[in-house]
């Protein structure tokens, strides 16, 4: 079991920057594959980006591909996610999440979720 934490949401206009973090702890966390997603009201939570363990295979989804980048520290057991040129379509609830399985863009193979952070972009 890993627990995940996010950090770093807010407020911010159009155009700017955020750096969400996420905390994982547990004996395997570095092991695992960790992703990204988000939620916006009345939405489905989709994929946003995905790192493999060892930090070396990526992936993102089109409508952030350029903008946004993954990384991940597993000697402090930490995921960031660095969030450049933000659109009010951006706007959400960005989850961390841990898949045992690996490096996947698939949602119901990720096994631990964190609480989420509100990220806001005013137009």
Known sequence: QV?????????????????????ASGRTSSSYGMGWFRQAP????EF?????????STYY??????????SRDNAKNMVYLQMNS?????????YCAASSRGLTTIKSLY?????????????
Request: hydrophobic fraction near 35%; charge should be positive.
């Open 3 to 23: 627990q995940l934490v996010e950090s770093g949401g807010g407020l911010v206009q159009a155009g700017g920057s955020l750096r969400l973090s996420c905390a």
């Open 86 to 94: 933000l659109k009010p379509e951006d706007t959400a609830v960005y």
């Open 61 to 70: 989804a089109d409508s952030v591909k350029g903008r946004f980048a993954i």
């Open 111 to 123: 096994d631990n979720w964190g609480q989420g952070t509100q990220v806001t972009v005013s137009s």
């Open 42 to 45: 009345g939405k489905e939570r």
């Open 48 to 56: 946003v980006c995905a790192i493999r363990s060892t930090g070396g």
